[in-house]
T-cell receptor, first 111, second 111 residues
Framework: DVKVTQSSRYLVKRTGEKVFLECVQDMDHENMFWYRQDPGLGLRLIYFSYDVKMKEKGDIPEGYSVSREKKERFSLILESASTNQTSMYLC??????????FGPGTRLTVT | GQQLNQSPQSMFIQEGEDVSMNCTSSSIFNTWLWYKQDPGEGPVLLIALYKAGELTSNGRLTAQFGITRKDSFLNISASIPSDVGIYFCAGQGDYGQNFVFGPGTRLSVLP
Protein backbone atom coordinates (compact mmCIF):
# COMPACT_ATOMS: atom_id res chain seq x y z
CA ASP A 1 0.00 0.00 0.00
CA VAL A 2 1.07 3.54 -0.72
CA LYS A 3 1.86 5.44 2.40
CA VAL A 4 2.06 9.21 2.61
CA THR A 5 2.79 10.62 6.03
CA GLN A 6 2.70 14.19 7.26
CA SER A 7 4.74 15.40 10.19
CA SER A 8 1.89 16.81 12.26
CA ARG A 9 -1.87 16.29 12.37
CA TYR A 10 -2.49 19.54 14.23
CA LEU A 11 -0.33 22.63 14.48
CA VAL A 12 -0.87 26.00 16.14
CA LYS A 13 1.47 28.84 15.23
CA ARG A 14 1.61 32.57 15.84
CA THR A 15 1.43 35.22 13.15
CA GLY A 16 4.87 35.89 11.70
CA GLU A 17 6.36 32.53 12.64
CA LYS A 18 8.13 30.40 10.07
CA VAL A 19 6.30 27.11 9.62
CA PHE A 20 7.56 23.86 8.13
CA LEU A 21 5.18 21.12 7.03
CA GLU A 22 6.87 17.86 6.13
CA CYS A 23 5.60 15.11 3.88
CA VAL A 24 7.17 11.72 3.25
CA GLN A 25 6.09 9.01 0.81
CA ASP A 26 7.41 5.47 0.71
CA MET A 27 6.48 4.39 -2.83
CA ASP A 28 9.29 5.96 -4.84
CA HIS A 29 6.84 8.30 -6.56
CA GLU A 30 8.25 10.96 -8.82
CA ASN A 31 5.53 13.53 -8.22
CA MET A 32 4.60 15.23 -4.98
CA PHE A 33 1.99 17.90 -4.33
CA TRP A 34 0.85 20.31 -1.65
CA TYR A 35 -2.78 21.42 -1.46
CA ARG A 36 -4.78 23.48 0.95
CA GLN A 37 -8.41 22.70 1.63
CA ASP A 38 -10.90 25.26 2.84
CA PRO A 39 -14.67 24.92 3.27
CA GLY A 40 -16.48 25.77 0.06
CA LEU A 41 -13.26 26.12 -1.92
CA GLY A 42 -12.26 22.50 -2.34
CA LEU A 43 -8.66 21.47 -2.92
CA ARG A 44 -6.34 24.16 -4.23
CA LEU A 45 -2.87 23.33 -5.50
CA ILE A 46 -0.07 25.32 -3.88
CA TYR A 47 3.08 23.76 -5.32
CA PHE A 48 4.14 20.52 -6.92
CA SER A 49 7.36 18.78 -7.81
CA TYR A 50 8.19 16.33 -10.59
CA ASP A 51 11.67 15.47 -9.40
CA VAL A 52 14.25 16.14 -6.74
CA LYS A 53 15.12 19.83 -6.55
CA MET A 54 12.37 20.62 -9.06
CA LYS A 55 9.36 22.69 -8.10
CA GLU A 56 6.48 24.27 -9.94
CA LYS A 57 3.93 26.82 -8.78
CA GLY A 58 0.35 25.70 -8.51
CA ASP A 59 -2.71 27.90 -8.39
CA ILE A 60 -2.05 29.68 -5.08
CA PRO A 61 1.73 29.79 -4.38
CA GLU A 62 1.82 33.24 -2.77
CA GLY A 63 3.10 33.17 0.79
CA TYR A 64 4.50 29.64 0.42
CA SER A 65 7.71 27.98 -0.70
CA VAL A 66 8.73 24.35 -1.01
CA SER A 67 11.80 22.18 -0.83
CA ARG A 68 12.50 18.77 -2.30
CA GLU A 69 16.01 17.63 -1.46
CA LYS A 70 15.19 13.92 -1.51
CA LYS A 71 12.76 12.01 -3.70
CA GLU A 72 10.65 10.82 -0.79
CA ARG A 73 10.35 14.12 1.05
CA PHE A 74 8.53 17.32 0.10
CA SER A 75 8.38 20.23 2.51
CA LEU A 76 6.01 23.19 2.52
CA ILE A 77 7.31 26.36 4.11
CA LEU A 78 5.34 29.35 5.30
CA GLU A 79 8.00 32.04 5.59
CA SER A 80 5.87 34.31 7.79
CA ALA A 81 2.59 32.73 8.79
CA SER A 82 -0.55 34.81 8.58
CA THR A 83 -4.04 34.17 9.86
CA ASN A 84 -5.37 33.68 6.33
CA GLN A 85 -3.12 30.64 6.06
CA THR A 86 -5.17 28.83 8.68
CA SER A 87 -6.31 25.78 6.76
CA MET A 88 -6.07 22.03 6.23
CA TYR A 89 -2.90 21.19 4.30
CA LEU A 90 -2.78 17.99 2.29
CA CYS A 91 0.24 16.37 0.73
CA UNK A 92 -0.07 13.88 -2.12
CA UNK A 93 2.24 11.79 -4.28
CA UNK A 94 1.92 9.95 -7.56
CA UNK A 95 3.82 8.20 -10.30
CA UNK A 96 4.22 10.28 -13.45
CA UNK A 97 0.67 11.20 -14.59
CA UNK A 98 -0.76 8.66 -12.16
CA UNK A 99 -3.36 8.66 -9.42
CA UNK A 100 -2.57 10.85 -6.45
CA UNK A 101 -2.39 9.36 -2.97
CA PHE A 102 -2.94 11.69 -0.06
CA GLY A 103 -1.55 11.95 3.42
CA PRO A 104 -3.80 12.41 6.48
CA GLY A 105 -3.50 16.18 6.42
CA THR A 106 -2.20 18.83 8.79
CA ARG A 107 -4.70 21.22 10.29
CA LEU A 108 -2.80 24.47 10.79
CA THR A 109 -4.14 27.28 12.92
CA VAL A 110 -2.37 30.63 12.86
CA THR A 111 -3.30 32.95 15.71
CA GLY B 1 -8.75 26.95 -16.29
CA GLN B 2 -10.54 23.66 -16.21
CA GLN B 3 -13.27 23.28 -13.62
CA LEU B 4 -15.31 20.40 -12.37
CA ASN B 5 -18.83 20.55 -11.02
CA GLN B 6 -20.23 17.96 -8.66
CA SER B 7 -23.87 17.27 -8.05
CA PRO B 8 -25.45 17.25 -5.61
CA GLN B 9 -23.45 19.46 -3.25
CA SER B 10 -24.82 17.52 -0.30
CA MET B 11 -27.30 14.78 0.33
CA PHE B 12 -29.03 13.16 3.24
CA ILE B 13 -30.15 9.57 2.80
CA GLN B 14 -31.52 6.76 4.92
CA GLU B 15 -29.29 3.83 5.75
CA GLY B 16 -29.83 1.11 3.16
CA GLU B 17 -30.65 3.47 0.30
CA ASP B 18 -28.67 3.66 -2.91
CA VAL B 19 -26.78 6.86 -3.74
CA SER B 20 -25.92 8.47 -7.06
CA MET B 21 -23.68 11.45 -7.65
CA ASN B 22 -21.98 12.89 -10.69
CA CYS B 23 -19.15 15.06 -11.83
CA THR B 24 -19.19 17.17 -14.99
CA SER B 25 -16.67 19.21 -16.89
CA SER B 26 -16.63 21.59 -19.83
CA SER B 27 -13.40 19.90 -20.97
CA ILE B 28 -12.60 16.38 -22.07
CA PHE B 29 -10.73 14.22 -19.60
CA ASN B 30 -8.73 11.04 -20.14
CA THR B 31 -8.72 9.85 -16.54
CA TRP B 32 -11.30 10.15 -13.80
CA LEU B 33 -10.69 9.45 -10.13
CA TRP B 34 -13.11 9.21 -7.22
CA TYR B 35 -11.99 9.88 -3.65
CA LYS B 36 -13.67 9.75 -0.26
CA GLN B 37 -12.63 11.98 2.61
CA ASP B 38 -13.61 11.20 6.18
CA PRO B 39 -13.86 14.14 8.60
CA GLY B 40 -10.40 15.33 9.60
CA GLU B 41 -8.61 12.91 7.28
CA GLY B 42 -7.02 13.03 3.84
CA PRO B 43 -8.90 11.84 0.73
CA VAL B 44 -8.66 8.12 0.01
CA LEU B 45 -8.71 6.86 -3.57
CA LEU B 46 -11.78 4.72 -4.26
CA ILE B 47 -11.87 4.11 -8.00
CA ALA B 48 -9.81 5.07 -11.06
CA LEU B 49 -11.25 5.14 -14.61
CA TYR B 50 -9.14 5.29 -17.76
CA LYS B 51 -11.42 4.73 -20.75
CA ALA B 52 -14.65 6.30 -21.97
CA GLY B 53 -17.59 4.06 -21.11
CA GLU B 54 -15.61 2.12 -18.53
CA LEU B 55 -17.60 0.81 -15.58
CA THR B 56 -15.61 -0.18 -12.50
CA SER B 57 -16.73 -1.50 -9.13
CA ASN B 58 -15.12 -1.54 -5.71
CA GLY B 59 -17.38 -3.39 -3.30
CA ARG B 60 -20.65 -1.47 -3.04
CA LEU B 61 -19.25 1.37 -5.12
CA THR B 62 -19.56 1.57 -8.89
CA ALA B 63 -18.18 4.36 -11.04
CA GLN B 64 -18.52 5.07 -14.73
CA PHE B 65 -16.47 7.10 -17.18
CA GLY B 66 -19.00 8.99 -19.30
CA ILE B 67 -18.92 8.31 -23.03
CA THR B 68 -18.63 12.04 -23.78
CA ARG B 69 -15.49 12.05 -21.60
CA LYS B 70 -16.88 15.15 -19.90
CA ASP B 71 -18.55 13.41 -16.99
CA SER B 72 -18.32 10.60 -14.50
CA PHE B 73 -20.75 8.97 -12.10
CA LEU B 74 -20.43 7.28 -8.73
CA ASN B 75 -23.06 5.00 -7.24
CA ILE B 76 -23.12 3.55 -3.76
CA SER B 77 -25.48 0.69 -3.10
CA ALA B 78 -27.11 -0.14 0.25
CA SER B 79 -25.53 2.76 2.12
CA ILE B 80 -24.22 2.27 5.65
CA PRO B 81 -23.25 4.82 8.33
CA SER B 82 -19.51 4.62 7.49
CA ASP B 83 -20.27 5.91 3.99
CA VAL B 84 -20.58 9.37 5.54
CA GLY B 85 -18.02 11.78 4.20
CA ILE B 86 -17.14 13.98 1.27
CA TYR B 87 -16.78 12.39 -2.16
CA PHE B 88 -14.47 14.12 -4.62
CA CYS B 89 -14.00 13.54 -8.29
CA ALA B 90 -10.78 14.44 -10.09
CA GLY B 91 -10.08 14.59 -13.80
CA GLN B 92 -6.93 14.62 -15.86
CA GLY B 93 -6.79 15.94 -19.40
CA ASP B 94 -3.72 15.18 -21.39
CA TYR B 95 -1.08 12.79 -20.10
CA GLY B 96 1.16 14.46 -17.57
CA GLN B 97 -1.23 17.25 -16.67
CA ASN B 98 -2.16 17.76 -13.06
CA PHE B 99 -5.53 16.52 -11.89
CA VAL B 100 -8.38 18.97 -11.41
CA PHE B 101 -10.57 18.33 -8.35
CA GLY B 102 -14.27 18.89 -7.95
CA PRO B 103 -15.70 20.72 -4.93
CA GLY B 104 -17.09 17.50 -3.44
CA THR B 105 -20.44 15.96 -2.54
CA ARG B 106 -21.10 15.73 1.19
CA LEU B 107 -22.99 12.56 2.08
CA SER B 108 -24.87 12.08 5.32
CA VAL B 109 -26.46 8.75 6.18
CA LEU B 110 -29.34 8.74 8.63
CA PRO B 111 -29.87 5.59 10.71
Amino acid sequence: DVKVTQSSRYLVKRTGEKVFLECVQDMDHENMFWYRQDPGLGLRLIYFSYDVKMKEKGDIPEGYSVSREKKERFSLILESASTNQTSMYLCASSLIAGEQYFGPGTRLTVT
Amino acid sequence: GQQLNQSPQSMFIQEGEDVSMNCTSSSIFNTWLWYKQDPGEGPVLLIALYKAGELTSNGRLTAQFGITRKDSFLNISASIPSDVGIYFCAGQGDYGQNFVFGPGTRLSVLP
